[in-house]
């Protein structure tokens, strides 16, 4: 799958690149050196995975990028 931009979000004043690199798992560049700093996944769990040096930056980057609209995943509703 070719990678995606779905857009930037800013977290503690710092811009960071939201990359789709395949189904629910996103790359997060940081814009001002164009460095990668991590990359979080999203699917059945109720937590995203997060990867990378800072797992508290990538975890609010994902959270951002959630509540913008940056990601393709939808909340599902579970069936009891």
């Known amino acids: 799958m070719q990678a995606l931009v779905k857009g930037m979000v800013q977290v503690h004043s710092v811009t960071y690149r939201i990359v789709r ?3 629910g798992q996103y ?3 940081r814009v001002l ?3 990668r700093v991590g990359a979080f996944s999203l699917g059945t769990q109720r937590e995203p995975i997060i990867e990378g040096d800072a797992p508290e930056v990538i975890r609010q980057v994902a959270r951002a990028a959630l509540q913008g609209g940056r990601t393709t995943w ?3 509703r ?3």
Request: charged share 25%; hydrophobic share 60%; no cysteine.
């Open 78 to 80: 579970m069936i009891a």
């Open 27 to 29: 790359d997060v560049v």
């Open 74 to 76: 939808a909340p599902r």
């Open 21 to 23: 690199v395949g189904a």
């Open 33 to 35: 050196d164009d460095a």
